[in-house]
């Protein structure tokens, strides 16, 4: 069993649609969680963190976090076609070592 | 800053050559990360530093992976011989952990590597 597990997808929605993802983790020693957006042939980069169990809200984007079911989900509110990219969750221990989920493919269709 | 520099941007090698990618971390990062990523797998981190320091290498697939990081403004990840199935994206991902800071992890462009 893989420690990060996330849908590959892809995910096709319409433009204005709510978008979910969703990761699942099995290490405890994951202390905080990030999610990161990759755009076809460049790296990735941060789209949001959080370090404990909530919700985290900028502007359309909102990060949630279960540490109880080990479950995080990142929302993507009034999607754009811009948003359409690869969007990674990513987790991290204590001593800073960081494991990225496969990464979900997301189209948001104009 | 210019960011993290990486290269090679593109490699196509025969099975059999070796195959050495490049990274300039962040001046003043102390963490640096080596990750390759292919459809099937995803991204999977194959090693990191800390302060020069070899951490974890438990992602290396086999002896024909090695990596080091011989001061703070380098770092090689070597493929010795090459197969064909190391063919992926590389990507070097530097950070300043601890404190403050968000543990931020800012990627490189990547190296594409294709073996044949």
């Known amino acids: 069993q893989k420690e990060v597990e996330q849908d590959p997808g892809p995910l096709s929605v319409p433009e204005g649609a709510i978008v979910s993802l969703n990761c699942t983790y099995s290490?405890?020693?994951?202390?905080?969680f990030m999610w990161y957006r990759q755009y076809s042939r460049k790296g990735p980069e941060l789209l949001m963190y959080?370090?404990?169990?909530g919700n985290k809200e900028d502007g359309r984007f909102t990060a949630q976090v279960d540490k109880s079911s080990k479950y995080i989900s990142l929302f993507i509110r009034d999607s754009q076609p811009s948003d359409s990219a690869t969007y990674l969750c990513?987790?991290?221990?204590?001593?800073?070592?960081?494991?990225f989920g496969a990464g979900t493919r997301l189209f948001v269709k104009a | 800053d210019a960011g993290v520099i990486q290269s090679p941007r593109h490699e196509v090698t025969e099975m059999g050559q070796e195959v050495t990618l490049r990274c300039k971390p962040i001046?003043?990062?102390?963490?640096l990360f080596w990750y390759r990523q292919t459809m099937m797998r995803g991204l999977e981190l194959l090693i990191y530093?800390?302060?020069?320091?070899?951490?974890?290498d438990s992602g290396m697939p086999e002896d024909r992976f090695s990596a080091k990081m011989p001061n703070a403004s380098f770092s090689t990840l070597k493929i010795q011989p090459s197969e064909p199935r190391d063919s992926a994206v590389y990507f070097c991902?530097?950070?300043?952990?601890?404190?403050?800071?968000?543990?931020?992890?800012?990627f490189g462009e990547g190296s594409r590597l294709t073996v044949l």
């Open positions: 991902a530097s950070s300043l952990m601890g404190g403050s800071n968000t543990g931020e992890l800012f």
């Open positions: 290490n405890s020693a994951f202390q905080y």
């Open positions: 959080t370090y404990s169990s």
């Open positions: 990513a987790m991290v221990t204590g001593g800073f070592k960081t494991i």
């Open positions: 001046s003043g990062h102390d963490y």
């Open positions: 530093f800390n302060n020069n320091v070899p951490i974890d």
